[in-house]
């Protein structure tokens, strides 16, 4: 630590004062490792380049500032499909709520229960990832992850399940502090689904370790929204095989402040990566999106839709990057991310990035932002649509690319008539 | 793949221009130096050396102390390194912060005084210092005065190394009320205007070099046009970096006063030289009310040879504020040369209804890296600003478009476009894009596009089949990937600029 400035080495002794680093293990070197890249780098400062949009003081503060319960009632997202429901509370596994941790085609396990073993399939994956997403950028509160989660879940993909695995998350406490770690390793030829919701904690840090071998499959479907004053910093790290395929649509809906980071690396030849995410903020709302793709293998695909709908005050940030190295020729990589502000103050920041050393490649990246089309809305008013309706189905349809990339109708559909009742809700 | 030897014949429908471009491939046309007698202040940076530049310029004291001012505020500055660009580590004090022709000692009381070779330096260059002529590249150059049309005469302000050589035409321009000579005549001579506006729009502790700058600048030029007038004709720098060792730290301040009109040129060479040398300049522009500035530069600083040895590091701070309604601002240009290029021409649009204009070309070859792009700040309402950048990595380079288009809360209404497209010729060199936006209104619009790929197989395919060889079809597909920047430059440049994208991409294809 003693090459840290001084604000930041205090505030890295500030905040793990208040942790305890899980012992014992197969992951106990990981969490080591972890710690000492942490370490190295400190912990996120509003001057670094790659927090320029978004304070992290709250994301590194040794305790979680306070959060309100969700007072509504709400049918949770995905509680009327098939799936084997996995629940945790405040970042606590809970086994009442959870389905038994049994489906065929895959093994599920905790990792406070698999971390105490000797050896397990997930110590090639847990941290490793996360360490390899490290480079060019630091992603300190990820390390931290690693180091100090105590739960989570393993998930072991070697056939075609019947059903999605999925991720209840619940906030109870009002200072909750939840660290989760999951790996999912899919095998060959694999394929799964998992989703995740809920709100977690009054702050959420959590990582998601994806490795998908040549030719598996792996489809995220994720809802965070609901509890207005959580905070969230996440982290998706995916190393993709050959003939891969990876698809993460994330709808975001309310949040003090959410930072998802996506970190994905192509590894084997004609693998295709989709991320996308559709986020509606209202008042004092802060959504950061921060993608880092790596083009490091021949004819790979990847396309990054955001779109973000904004609404007194509200703040959304995109941060996007396509790295192509040098001998990932044929790279066809699509960048777009767009923002409708309904209204004066809310803002729009992007930076959205290309980096490329190989010369056959067609990459393009476009950003816009501004308000909804006026003559759009005439035409519809003058169709007899009053004006609240009309401007819901040009900010559904301002929406709509993004959840295109979700390959499940059904999941998309959901997600859709959430988005359609948030607006609705706020119409009034 | 070698140049087209002389003999070739002229494949029908290919343009002259690239042929001859094609042809003049092989060596950088600039790097010749003269060989003149040259006062130099020590080695070094120091308050004394800030002081002696002061002195040599004659200056008053308050430009001293506000030279004084800038050298403190420096030492306490870093170096940025966010761009992406890596060279070794500057010794600023192994550096000349003055170099002057000895013949210049005595400062010419009009050009038929100056030195010859140094005119004879200029008229190499293609820039002519005597009035009857006309700059090369224009129809009739070289010809008889009579011929040259009146209307295409362009004014001449002539920096050799650390002073200005000379200024042509400036009875002329006197006559229609502006003002045009080196930025150290203007000190002395119009103390009022520089005290105004010097430093209002790059402030002495903008950045690193831009703060250098202020310490040490040592000529550059000055311009003022005064209300409702429209410049009788095009203004223009030549900047000719000659003596080893040796910075060249020149300012620039342009005022456009209100619905006045200035098209102005800039254009820079240096020899060819083993060691790297420094190029840290100021461009200062305000636009009044309803006037209209339309700066261009085509950049042709050595950029070192094939293997990367020597070449000129380009750290230039350019940068135009709209401070009236309708001011409105225009900048293009070509960056072809420099082994390093750190430069952002921006816009400050202040004024309601102000625009601001971007066009830029940038290629870069063997070892160069270029980080370029603008900044577009809109604070006024309903204002526009268009950003048009095409760069084009070849060899082992590295071109990175670098920008900002923020939308501050009161800019209502306002409009931005950009488009940054990125070619790659080869598998060594790399394209980056590093936009940033940000919009805090809702009224207001941004489009961003950017796309990378590399010269299209097919329209190649399409020359070569015509006949053209490879080099020769390259060099008419990336004119045609300029052709939007190209036209935006003066005529003067135009064609210049087009030989250049040819000359600049020498030895980069097979």
Redesign the interface.
């Known amino acids: 630590m003693g090459a840290l400035a001084k604000p930041r080495a205090d505030a890295l002794e500030a905040r793990l004062a208040a942790l305890q680093l899980p012992e014992g293990g197969w992951a106990e070197p990981a969490r080591r490792d972890a710690l000492a890249r942490l370490s190295a780098t400190g912990l996120p400062q509003g001057r670094d380049?790659y927090w320029k949009y978004t304070r992290p003081d709250t994301l590194n503060a040794p305790e979680a500032p306070e959060a309100a319960l969700f007072a509504g009632s709400e049918t949770l997202i995905f509680s009327q499909r098939e799936r084997l429901k996995i629940t945790f509370v405040d970042g606590v596994f809970d086994p009442d709520q959870s389905d038994a941790l049994e489906l065929e085609g895959i093994t599920i396990e905790r990792l406070s229960e698999a971390a105490n073993r000797d050896i397990h399939w997930a110590k090639d994956l847990y941290g490793v990832l996360e360490a390899r997403g490290q480079d060019p950028v630091a992603r300190p509160l990820a390390a931290l992850n690693t180091a100090f989660a105590a739960d989570g879940i393993l998930i072991h993909v070697t056939g075609r399940p019947s059903k999605p695995v999925s991720l209840v998350y619940q906030h109870r406490g009002t200072r909750s502090d939840a660290i989760l770690h999951h790996v999912v390793k899919v095998e060959s030829g694999a394929e799964m689904t998992l989703l995740e919701n809920g709100p977690a904690a009054a702050r959420f840090n959590k990582v998601l370790e994806v490795d998908v071998a040549d030719g598996g499959r792996f489809h995220h479907v994720r809802a965070q929204g609901r509890d207005h004053e959580r905070r969230a910093a996440t982290h998706i790290f995916a190393r993709l095989g050959r003939e891969s395929l990876f698809k993460s649509f994330t709808m975001t809906a309310n949040g003090v402040l959410t930072r998802n980071e996506c970190v994905i690396e192509f590894t084997g030849d004609d693998a295709v990566a989709h991320v996308a995410g559709a986020s509606m903020g209202d008042g004092d709302f802060h959504h950061d999106d921060t993608v880092f793709i790596t083009h490091d293998a021949v004819n790979c695909e990847s396309r990054q839709v955001f779109k973000k709908v904004l609404r007194n005050g509200a703040t959304g940030v995109f941060q996007g990057k396509i790295l192509v190295k040098?001998d990932a020729?044929q790279t066809d990589g699509y960048q777009i991310s767009q923002?409708l502000?309904?209204?004066?103050?809310?803002?729009?920041?992007?930076?959205?990035?290309?980096?490329?050393?190989?010369?056959?490649?067609?990459?393009?990246?476009?950003?816009?932002?501004?308000?909804i089309d006026d003559d759009a809305l005439y035409y519809l008013r003058s169709r007899g649509v009053p004006r609240r309706e009309a401007q819901d189905m040009l900010t559904l349809s301002f929406l709509a690319e993004a959840l295109a990339e979700i390959e499940d109708e059904d999941l998309a559909e959901e997600i859709r008539e959430r988005l359609e009742a948030w607006l609705s809700r706020r119409r009034g | 793949m070698t140049a087209l030897d002389s003999t070739a014949s002229v494949k029908e429908g290919v343009d002259q221009e690239t042929v001859d471009a094609v042809r003049n491939m092989g060596t950088y046309k600039y790097g010749w130096d003269t060989e003149i007698e040259m006062d130099y202040a020590p080695k070094g940076l120091n308050e004394d050396i800030v002081r002696l530049i002061s002195t040599k310029n004659d200056e008053p004291e308050w430009m001293t102390a506000w030279r004084l001012a800038a050298y403190e505020r420096w030492t306490q500055k870093e170096e940025p390194s966010w761009a992406m660009v890596d060279y070794p580590k500057i010794d600023y004090q192994d550096q000349y912060y003055y170099a002057r022709p000895k013949s210049m000692e005595t400062k010419p009381k009009s050009l038929d005084e100056v030195d010859p070779k140094l005119l004879e330096t200029y008229q190499k260059l293609g820039i002519p210092l005597k009035e009857q002529m006309i700059l090369a590249g224009v129809e009739g150059a070289g010809e008889s005065p009579s011929d040259a049309a009146p209307e295409r005469k362009v004014a001449v302000d002539a920096v050799f190394d650390s002073v200005s050589v000379g200024t042509t035409f400036q009875k002329e321009l006197k006559e229609a009320g502006v003002i045009f000579c080196s930025i150290s005549e203007a000190i002395r001579e119009h103390p009022e205007l520089v005290k105004k506006y010097l430093g209002s729009v790059v402030p002495v502790s903008d950045n690193f070099f831009a703060t250098l700058n202020s310490a040490v600048f040592s000529d550059g030029s000055f311009v003022y046009v005064p209300p409702g007038v429209r410049c009788p004709m095009e203004l223009s720098t030549y900047f000719r970096i000659n003596a080893e060792n040796t910075g060249q730290f020149e300012r620039t301040l342009i005022i456009a006063d209100k619905g006045s009109y200035v098209s102005y040129l800039e254009g820079c060479t240096a020899p060819q030289r083993d060691t790297t040398q420094l190029h840290a300049a100021v461009v200062e522009i305000i636009v009044e009310e309803d006037a209209e500035v339309k700066y261009s530069t085509v950049q042709n600083w050595f950029p070192g040879d094939e293997n990367g040895k020597g070449g000129i590091y380009n750290f230039v701070t350019k940068r135009a504020d709209c401070r009236g309604d309708r001011a409105k601002v225009m900048w293009t240009q070509v960056e072809t040369g420099s082994a390093v290029t750190w430069k952002y021409p921006s816009c400050i649009l202040r004024g309601e209804e102000s625009q601001g204009e971007f066009y830029s070309i940038a290629i870069a070859n063997n070892y160069q890296q270029a980080d370029t792009g603008t900044k577009m700040v809109h604070l006024g309402k309903n204002t526009k600003s268009r950003i048009v950048s095409k760069g084009i990595s070849a060899g082992r380079a590295q071109n990175t478009y670098r920008g900002l288009v923020s939308m501050h809360p009161k800019a209502k209404n306002s409009r931005n476009y950009t488009q940054c497209d990125s070619l790659l010729i080869g598998d060594q060199c790399g394209a980056h894009t590093v936009p940033y936006i940000e919009v805090k209104n809702n009224s207001s619009r941004v489009e961003h596009e950017a796309t990378t790929s590399k010269v299209d197989d097919d329209q190649l395919f399409y020359c070569r089949s015509r006949g053209m060889d490879e080099e020769e079809a390259v060099a008419l597909v990336v004119n045609g990937f300029c052709r939007e920047v190209l036209q935006a430059l003066p005529m003067e440049f135009a064609m210049e600029a087009q030989q250049l994208v040819a000359i600049s991409l020498e030895g980069s294809v097979g």
């Open positions: 380049e040098k020729q923002s502000l309904l209204d004066e103050d809310s803002q729009f920041l992007a930076k959205p990035e290309l980096e490329i050393y190989a010369d056959d490649v067609a990459c393009s990246h476009g950003s816009t932002s501004g308000a």
